[in-house]
């Protein structure tokens, strides 16, 4: 049995456990039930409440004694008596069934729609009678008063069978091209037929004329919602003589009052799967709407999720057992799935020991889903060291950490760090210690953190005694505020700006009560105080005057300057010392630096004249005398990139001329001359 605990409602899941097979003898099941604790703590409400693979539809009788159950492989029915908590028969199709009908009170009359075009009609003993519909049903409704059968599928007919004539009657024409579910309503029998394009269609059965078309498709799209298709209709059910619930292939429910066209409101399951089944909890004022993924139990006033509903498997059929808390759902599983919420209602009789057994486990609490797993962040698994597990089965992603099996996560943690029991021991003794000297006679000590603070408490304790006031809670011995001045990450940082802003007013109260203790202390020494019968000594005025608040304003934006000018040196403190420091660079990959290969042509920049000349292999040509008239002329060499670019030019040109080709045959040829008929 899992407890499961959404939105704050218990709901306990009494099919979940391990199933033992049927071949097992006795012996090997009691074996098995002492050594695996999950069998052990099973909750086998009724025997056998399952099929061979799955569960399409379920159903309880009107008297509440019986439970029928179909399902596959082979297609079967199922029968369970609720007294004996076991099954009662077992019988089998030759085709699956897509719904049936309970006739009588009990399970003596039921009628059997299947997938192949036939029903069937069974009794007490067995099958009655068999016969084919001249279409694909998907549903059936049973009008007692006339003891017609309905059916509709994929057909505009609506074919009615009469079970007191046995014969068929004159079919109803719909304008929809089929038609998904029909239903009676259960005061004035008003037949509803919801189609495949979203509208509902009423009839009166007494006249057999239809008597008005609601159209749900438009009312389903609100701004809200993403539809994807035309909203057909999947499910109806009524609650009395004027409520409606209509659900919708798109995953919204609808309530309405048949005396108007407007829904009084609009529930989406945010899921986009069809809605498969409705029920009303008219003790709470509840609604159970059904898809294939969720149960969502919710207000059908508000509108307000109440709770909600998940498994592993999809669910097929809902049944919510009257008066009680009890729910049965088919699903996509071999077992028939079991939930019992406290909240909706007591448990039947037949299952009382329900009642008893929740209440015990309420009192004990028993572990919950994720019991079994410890949840640990990226930085829990670096310091055990299993980080190299990111990724596999053992660890399962889930929000900003991970799921990690809670015995896998154990061994971690003792192989990281061997002496944390020796740790916890030592705490534990320590707490104990502890404890014992608390019941002793002590002296008032100050706490070990937030010294300044106790003593603060303790003198206005002191205070409030003397004048005889009203005496306020001790804030160290109240366990909302016991942990600061236990645990050191509560102590107050002294040099953290915060502090230090409004350390100014806490200190200039502190100097008044100094003050104004000191006061009274040379008043006691020297005079005895006179008690008057219209003294009143808590008539003080605690309040201060308005040159004290604007002092304490002044200081406080004081200390604050002082504070922004504080920061403001010590960044530029910081700035200084990065300036001082020396930068180094590193030469990117591929590069070279140009300085040093051009260090000889750095030289040559800083030489006069004269020099670059000598050094350069130009041509120089000195002439004249040492006297006068002395002249020097010289021939600069080019630079190397314009003589490379001059080299490429000239090739580039042989290269043209070479494959130049001429262009006198470009030019039209000369028209030949005629004289006399002949050419000239």
């Known amino acids: 049995m899992q407890v499961s605990n959404p939105n704050n409602v218990k709901i306990y899941n009494l099919s979940a456990g391990k199933s033992l097979p049927e071949w097992l003898t006795d012996q090997k099941k009691r074996k098995l039930q002492k050594q695996d604790i999950d069998v052990r703590r099973r909750i ?95 549903d059936l409704a049973y009008h007692f008063p006339s003891c017609d059968m309905y059916f509709v599928g994929a057909s505009s007919q609506i074919i009615r069978l009469n079970l007191e004539q046995g014969r068929f009657m004159n079919s109803l024409v719909t304008d929809a091209r089929s038609s998904n579910v029909c239903t009676f309503n259960p005061v004035h029998q008003l037949f509803t037929v919801g189609t495949n394009e979203g509208c509902i269609e009423c009839w009166d059965p007494r006249t057999r004329a239809r008597v008005g078309i609601l159209d749900c498709a438009l009312s389903s799209v609100t701004v809200d919602t993403v539809v994807n298709g035309i909203p057909s209709i999947s499910v109806l059910k009524h609650k009395d003589g004027l409520t409606m619930a209509v659900g919708t292939t798109t995953g919204q429910v609808l309530l309405y009052d048949i005396r108007s066209d407007k829904p009084l409101l609009v529930k989406d399951h945010q899921y986009g799967l069809p809605i498969k089944d409705i029920e009303f909890h008219p003790s709470q004022e509840l609604i159970i709407s059904m898809d294939s993924k969720i149960v969502k139990l919710w207000n059908q006033t508000t509108g307000k999720a109440f709770t909600s509903l998940e498994s592993e498997s999809d669910f097929n059929d809902l049944c919510l057992v009257p008066s009680s808390g009890l729910l049965f759902i088919a699903n996509e599983a071999p077992k028939i799935q079991t939930y019992y919420i406290p909240a909706l209602g007591p448990a ?32 829990d698994l670096e ?52 404890a014992e000297r608390a019941n002793r006679v002590q002296t008032k000590r100050l706490p070990k953190v937030n010294k300044q603070l106790a003593q603060r408490l303790m003198e206005t304790d002191n205070e409030v005694k003397g004048k005889k006031k009203k005496a306020t ?84 934006k004081k200390q604050h300057r002082l504070q922004k000018k504080e920061a403001y040196l010590q960044r530029k403190q910081e700035d200084h010392e990065a300036r001082l420091q020396p930068k180094f660079y590193e030469l990117k990959s591929g590069g070279e630096f140009a300085s040093l290969k051009n260090i000889k042509q750095q030289k040559l920049a800083k030489a006069s004249l004269a020099e670059r000349l000598q050094a350069e292999t130009s041509d120089v040509h000195t002439t004249g005398s040492s006297g006068g008239n002395r002249e020097m002329t010289f021939t600069l060499n080019k630079n190397k990139k314009v003589e490379v670019q001059r080299v490429a030019a000239e090739k580039h040109h042989a290269e043209r001329r070479h494959v130049r080709r001429s262009a006198h045959t470009i030019a039209a040829k000369p028209k030949p001359k005629f004289w006399m008929g002949k050419k000239v």
């Open 348 to 379: 039947p009789k037949w299952s009382a020991f329900l009642d008893n057994l929740t209440e015990e486990l309420e009192e004990n609490p028993t572990p919950v889903v994720y019991d079994d797993y410890k949840f640990v962040t990226k930085k």
């Open 473 to 556: 809670p001790d804030l160290m011995k109240d366990d909302r505020f016991k942990a600061m001045f236990d645990n050191p990450d509560f102590q107050v940082d002294a040099d953290s700006l915060e502090f230090k802003l409004i350390n100014p007013v806490v200190a200039k109260m502190d100097k008044q009560k100094a003050a104004k203790k000191k006061e009274q202390e040379i008043l006691d020494s020297h005079f005895d105080e006179v008690k008057e019968q219209g003294d009143n000594a808590g008539s003080e005025s605690s309040e201060y005057s308005s040159d004290d608040e604007h002092q304490w304003t002044m200081e406080v």
């Open 44 to 138: 086998e409400l009724i025997q056998d409440f399952e099929m061979p693979a799955v569960s399409d539809c379920i159903q309880i009788t009107r008297d509440g004694q019986y439970v029928l159950a179909t399902g596959v492989y082979k297609p079967r029915v199922r029968c369970f008596d609720v007294n004996q908590l076991s099954m009662k028969f077992e019988r089998c199709f030759d085709a699956e069934v897509v719904q049936f009908e309970v006739l009588s009170d009990d399970y003596s009359k039921v009628v059997f729609l299947q997938s192949d075009r036939f029903v069937e009609f069974h009794a007490q003993h067995g099958k009655y009678y068999r016969t084919r519909i001249p279409m694909f049903g998907r």
């Open 383 to 434: 310091g055990l060291g299993v980080a190299h597990l990111i990724g596999t089965k053992l660890l399962r992603a889930y929000m900003h950490g991970f799921f990690m099996d809670i015995r896998l996560y154990n061994k971690a943690k003792a192989i990281s760090d061997p002496f944390a029991f020796e740790d916890f021991r030592r705490k534990k003794i320590r707490e104990k210690i502890e």
